[in-house]
């Protein structure tokens, strides 16, 4: 379900470290997958997909995991920049109904 | 290429006025449509989406309605605002295999 009653979970990383933000699926059915970005006071911008025949996929600095066995999903950057700081969320796709569903999101928050 | 467009960017309206936040896709036909509420430091949440012309879902009894008069544009509207509608409203789209955002409306209700 949704969390969105909760205040954002937050990580915080040393710049230049390497960020490993995670989220927890529901749906075995679930086929596809997506992580955004959140900058503030803006809308959330596709950062990299997967989809469930696959278990990591890389892009520029980032790698995303797809452990299906435990329904889990990992986001990890490498060399973590200040301009990295912003709120990350996963999304799920139901192969049923074709809908989008939201994780809760983690704020990444990059120290100088 | 898709492009989602979502205005107003930000919005301050008086308690008991009507709002009407709009959203257009280009690019795709036929997407599914979705708007998102979030306050502040929270997560998002659904609103409304629809999968086709006039084919609206509620996910959360409240103040507003949505309406989709064309299969591109998609509309958030309440007769009387609250104070408690006041968010960041996000207008969202999507395909089989991929899901783009707006860049979301800042509703202020004073």
């Known amino acids: 379900g949704e969390s969105v009653g909760l205040h954002l979970p937050t990580l915080s990383v040393q710049e230049g470290d390497n960020s490993i933000i995670n989220c927890a699926y529901s749906n075995s059915a679930s086929d596809y997958f997506i992580w955004y970005k959140q900058e503030s006071g803006k809308g959330p911008q596709f950062i990299i997909d997967i989809r469930s025949n696959m278990d990591k996929r890389q892009g520029q600095r980032v790698t995303v995991l797809l452990n299906k066995t435990v329904k889990h999903l990992s986001l990890q950057i490498a060399a973590t920049q200040p301009g990295d700081s912003a709120v990350y969320f996963c999304a799920e796709r139901d192969n049923y109904g074709q809908n989008f569903v939201f994780g809760p999101g983690t704020r990444l928050s990059v120290l100088p | 290429s898709q492009t989602i467009h979502q205005w107003p960017a930000t919005l301050v309206q008086p308690v008991g006025s009507p709002l009407s936040l709009e959203c257009t896709v280009e690019g795709t036909s036929n997407p599914n449509l979705y708007w998102y509420r979030q306050a502040a430091g929270r997560g998002l949440q659904l609103l409304f989406y629809s999968v086709g012309i006039g084919q609206i879902s509620s996910e959360v009894p409240q103040n507003l309605s949505a309406s989709r008069p064309q299969d591109r544009q998609f509309i958030l509207s309440s007769k009387k605002l609250l104070l408690s509608d006041s968010g960041f409203y996000l207008c969202?789209?999507?395909?089989?295999?991929?899901?783009?955002f707006g860049q979301g409306t800042r509703l202020t209700v004073v």
């Open positions: 969202a789209w999507s395909a089989p295999y991929e899901a783009f």
